[in-house]
C-alpha cells in the first residue's frame, strides 16, 4: 500500500505487505529529516533519519528514500506487522540549528491482519 | 537510560487553576522542548531551553510559563487556561551539540481544561 503526498492522511495495507508512506516538504534548505512513529495515547517515537547528503538510509525493515529534486521523503516499511499500526511523522530540519524541527501533517497506517 | 518521563499523564482543570507538568531527562540532553498536540495533528513547537536558558518561544501565550530549573528537568505552568488548550504536551530533549540530532519524546500529558 502507498499514501500519496499529504492528501491522504489515511493508509491501510495487508498485514505481511510492504508500505510506503509518502512526505512531501516545502523548504529546500532543509537538510535533515526524520520519520517518527506515534502510537495512539504515546509519544513520537524515532524511527530512522537521512541527512541530505544521502538518497537512502536503511533499518531493520525500514528505508528512507530522500528525493531532494522534488523534495519529497518516502519511508517504506517491509513486511507490515499488526505493530505498525500507528501514525507516521515526517519531520524537517529548517535551520542551521538543531531545535527548528517541523512536522509534517502525519499519515496514519492501519494494518490489516 | 533513554528515557524522557512525564507527569501527570492526565489533567483535567478548571479555568481558574493552576498547575504544572513536568519532564525529566538523564540523558545528558541540553535542549528541552515543549510541543502541544492536538487531536489527529502533529505537535507543535512552544518552547526550546537550550543550557537550561529560553531560546525560542514561538508566540506562546503567557498563560502558559515555562521554566527550566536544571538540565534534567522542564517544567511547564499552567494559569488561567482556555477550553481551546485541551491538549497533549508533549516533552522532547536532544544533545544540543550538533545542527543535525534527534529529539526524543516523553509520552506526553493529556490535559483537559473545562
Known amino acids: 500500500g502507498e499514501s500519496v503526498g499529504l492528501h491522504l492522511p489515511t493508509l491501510s495495507v495487508q498485514e505481511g505487505d510492504n508500505s510506503i508512506i509518502n512526505c512531501a516538504y516545502s523548504?529546500?534548505?532543509?537538510?535533515?529529516f526524520i520519520w517518527y512513529k506515534q502510537e495512539s495515547g504515546k509519544g513520537p517515537q524515532f524511527i530512522i533519519d537521512?541527512?541530505?547528503?544521502?538518497d537512502k538510509r536503511q533499518g531493520q525493515r525500514v528505508t528512507v528514500l530522500l528525493n531532494k529534486t522534488v523534495k519529497h521523503l518516502s519511508l517504506q516499511i517491509a513486511a507490515t506487522q499488526p505493530g505498525d499500526s500507528a501514525v507516521y511523522f515526517c519531520?524537517?530540519?529548517?535551520?542551521?540549528?538543531?531545535?527548528?524541527?517541523?512536522f509534517g501533517p502525519g499519515t496514519s497506517l492501519s494494518v490489516i491482519p | 537510560d533513554t528515557e524522557v518521563t512525564q507527569t501527570p499523564k492526565h489533567l483535567v482543570m478548571g479555568m481558574t487553576n493552576k498547575k504544572s507538568l513536568k519532564c525529566e531527562q538523564h540523558?545528558?540532553?541540553?535542549?528541552m522542548y515543549w510541543y502541544k498536540q492536538k487531536a489527529k495533528k502533529p505537535p507543535e513547537l512552544m518552547f526550546v531551553?537550550?543550557?537550561?536558558?529560553?531560546?525560542i518561544n514561538e508566540s506562546v501565550p503567557s498563560r502558559f510559563s515555562p521554566e527550566c530549573p536544571n538540565s534534567s528537568l522542564l517544567n511547564l505552568h499552567l494559569h488561567a487556561l482556555q477550553p481551546e488548550d485541551s491538549a497533549l504536551y508533549l516533552c522532547?530533549?536532544?544533545?544540543?551539540?550538533?545542527?543535525?540530532?534527534?529529539?526524543?519524546f516523553g509520552p506526553g500529558t493529556r490535559l483537559l481544561v473545562l
Open positions: 522532547a530533549s536532544s544533545q544540543a551539540r550538533a545542527q543535525q540530532e534527534t529529539q526524543y
Open positions: 523548504n529546500s534548505a532543509s537538510d535533515y
Open positions: 537521512i541527512r541530505s547528503n544521502m
Open positions: 519531520a524537517e530540519n529548517r535551520g542551521t540549528s538543531y531545535d527548528k524541527v517541523i
Open positions: 540523558m545528558g540532553h541540553r535542549a
Open positions: 531551553y537550550s543550557y537550561e536558558k529560553l531560546s
